[in-house]
């Protein structure tokens, strides 16, 4: 019966990459209006003995408390003890980040402060007997250095329900 426990699946964010980022101002600024991505390089690992099956997922990026980006990602599954890699193009709305008061400051310093919730439910099916549903949640805090367009730093917390 051990060999039946589900384990937690585990999620971790390995990159973010911004692309189509327009800067005005001498680069102090986003382009008002512009269109703004992210691509976030995310990594579930499932330890159990049995795949797991994950529906859409959904991450909401934040700034300084206001929403200004979210993505749906595709169902998938993850085999048996084995990492699923994913990348997640999260579209910004850069109207809502160029009226934050603290974008200037920001953008001065070459540093910019974010943070994102993932959540990824899905199920264990062992045997075709034992359905375990799983939700896997994550939220992170990160510093994406501006000019490098990468994140610095980076603390993650990770929540499962079983």
Known sequence: FTVFRVKEPKIKMNKITITRLELINNNTAPKPGSNLSLIADVSVKNPNFASFKYTNTTTTLYYHGVVVGGAHGAPGHAKARRTMRMNITVDMITDRLTSDPNLRADFNSG????????????????????????????????????????????????????
């Open 111 to 162: 540093l910019m402060t974010m943070s994102s919730y993932s959540r990824i439910p899905g199920r264990v099916k062992m045997l075709n007997i034992i359905k375990k549903h799983v939700i896997v949640k994550m939220n992170c805090t990160m510093t994406v250095n501006i000019s490098s367009q990468a994140i610095q730093e980076q603390k993650c917390k990770r929540k499962v329900k079983l």
